[in-house]
T-cell receptor, first 112, second 117 residues
């Protein structure tokens, strides 16, 4: 029973354009959401997070949007750069609960 | 920022060998560490939650006697794969979370690729 889903296994975007990565979740008790970036043979790197009291959080080129009614979050990368090419995982958890639930990842390829 | 170090990064060994993987939080104390396993092109699968000074909490389907976890200090957790077999070959990743409660991200080590011949 996968509680966090990333339905697009891959995404290809031209350099300079916007990359939009999507994530859906099923558990309405989740209130903390994160995005991680992962290169091959490395551990995931924390990118950005958002709590359920917000619907948007921005950090430089990265913005995460949360739509609680739709149980959907997205990561926008603007402008996309070739160095952004990696696998992106979304994750969710409940407040003060240790367990994070991860999606299956979306491989982003930014073409020069 | 927070750094988690994992060692070794790559292990190749014979079937039947036991392998120990270390996970250290370098600049913060971690009361809780996590062990994940990742199969190719799949998500991170949480194996167990390691709690300093107490027993680890294992996820359903994970064999406690097969994957021994020890969290003896606030900066070190170890995962020992006992009597490893080829089906245990995988990418193992640890993470740690700052204490203090509330919403905190997990910070990951670089992972250990385990190959059992």
């Amino acid at each position: 029973d996968q509680q966090v889903k990333q339905n697009s296994p891959s995404l290809s975007v031209q350099e300079g354009r916007i990359s939009i990565l999507n994530c859906d979740y099923t558990n309405s008790m989740f209130d903390y959401f994160l995005w991680y970036k992962k290169y091959p043979a490395e551990g995931p790197t924390f990118l950005i997070s958002i709590s359920s009291i917000k619907d948007k959080n921005e950090d430089g080129r990265f913005t995460v949007f949360l739509n609680k009614s739709a149980k959907h979050l997205s990561l926008h990368i603007v402008p996309s750069q070739p160095g952004d090419s990696a696998v992106y995982f979304c994750a969710a958890s409940q407040y003060n609960f240790n367990k994070f639930y991860f999606g299956s990842g979306t491989k982003l390829n930014v073409k020069p | 920022g927070a750094v988690v170090s994992q060692h070794p990064s790559w292990v190749i060994c014979k079937s039947g060998t036991s392998v120990k993987i270390e996970c250290r939080s370098l600049d913060f104390q971690a009361t809780t560490m996590f062990w994940y396993r990742q199969f190719p092109k799949q998500s991170l699968m949480l194996m167990a939650t390691s709690n300093e000074g107490s027993k680890a909490t294992y996820e359903q389907g994970v064999e406690k006697d097969k994957f021994l976890i020890n969290h003896a200090s606030l900066t070190l957790s170890t995962l020992t794969v006992t009597s490893a077999h080829p089906e245990d070959s995988s990418f193992y990743i640890c993470s740690a979370r700052l204490g203090g409660g509330g919403n905190q991200p997990q910070h990951f080590g670089d992972g250990t690729r385990l190959s059992i011949l």
